[in-house]
């Protein structure tokens, strides 16, 4: 398995994982209920750059060649303006949603999550979870934050077991969420 930056032509590959991982947050992010818009949609913002949802800000893992997994993680303190172009987009096509604030200050943020089904239960997960906190190691961040659905307890459960911490609860998209933190070795090096 190799974990790599996405690239644009990574799109259509993305795209299902990403509304496999956020169903109803991808339909207030794309103005739209209707499947195939959805997911073309999500691709345009997969392909587009300085976005949340921007390959610029999402690691695949490739399994020979296929992408079995993908993970969207960027800066809390950069979430609203990566929110920005959506909004804009949002409004200019009639779409009255509102995006809730999911992340803020200096974190790594793990925005989704998702792994495809034939490639489940192969720890890719977990894989890709470890290669965002040695990206904010690496970046000098000191914590990685992720919201888990509180409908979700094996979600849930993995997170606490790789060392996240629930911090408070949000809602988003109407769903009730953790947000959940761990912090980076690089806290070890700060003053």
């Not at 993680?73 to 009639?94: F, K, Q, V």
Request: net charge negative; aromatic share 8%; hydrophobic share 35%.
């Amino acid at each position: 398995m190799n974990i790599r930056q996405a690239t644009k032509q990574d799109c259509t590959k993305i795209a299902p994982l990403m509304y496999q991982a956020i169903h109803e947050i991808a339909y207030t992010l794309t103005g739209s209920t209707n499947t195939d818009e959805v997911l073309e949609r999500l691709a345009m913002w997969v392909e587009k750059p300085k976005n949340r949802l921007s390959h610029e800000n999402i690691w695949v893992a490739e399994i020979e060649g296929e992408v079995a997994g993908m993970i969207i993680s960027y800066r809390g303190d950069e979430a609203e303006e990566l929110d920005r172009p959506i909004r804009e987009w949002l409004t200019a096509h009639g779409s009255e949603e509102e995006l809730d604030v999911e992340t803020e200050g200096f974190v790594q943020y793990i925005d989704s999550l998702a792994v495809l089904e034939a490639y489940g239960g192969r720890g890719i997960g977990t894989k890709l979870i470890e290669h965002i906190c040695t990206v904010a190691t690496e970046r000098g961040i000191p914590a990685v934050t992720l919201n888990v659905d509180q409908a979700n307890p094996a979600a849930h459960r993995l997170y606490t077991r790789l060392g996240f911490q629930k911090e408070k609860e949000i809602n988003i998209s109407g769903a009730r969420f953790d947000y959940m933190k761990k912090e980076t070795s690089s806290t070890l090096f700060s003053v």
